[in-house]
Nanobody, 115 residues
């Protein structure tokens, strides 16, 4: 089993930056893919970025060039560096880990981009 805990969310002005962290514990060496997803009020959860040993990194189009995903320590720590934030980036951001046909989620961290 893998347990995920996100941190680093907060309130930021448009154009600002935040770095989200995801701490993974448990059987982290079994993880195939780590990812960040987000869910805005009234909208479905959507992919932000993923990182895996086989594929490397991948980003949803709106985040390309603005966000950077990284993972360290045998996938026990994952970050999402978010730059040039926009109001439409406001959402709860979730950490996700996949191995085989199983996945697990963190509890989420709120990111609010507003003046």
């Amino acid at each position: 089993q893998v347990h995920l805990v996100e941190s680093g969310g907060g309130l930021v002005q448009p154009g600002g930056s935040l770095r989200l962290s995801c701490a993974a514990s448990g059987s982290t060496r079994t993880i195939d893919t780590l990812g960040w997803y987000r869910q805005a009020p009234g909208k479905q959860r959507e992919l932000v970025a993923t990182i895996s040993r086989l594929v490397g990194t991948d980003y949803a189009d709106p985040e390309k060039g603005r966000f950077t995903i990284s993972a360290y320590n045998a996938k026990s720590t994952m970050y999402l560096q978010m730059n040039s934030l926009k109001p439409e980036d406001t959402a709860v951001y979730y950490c996700n880990a996949k191995w085989g046909s199983v996945d697990t989620w963190g509890q989420g961290t709120q990111v609010t981009v507003t003046t």
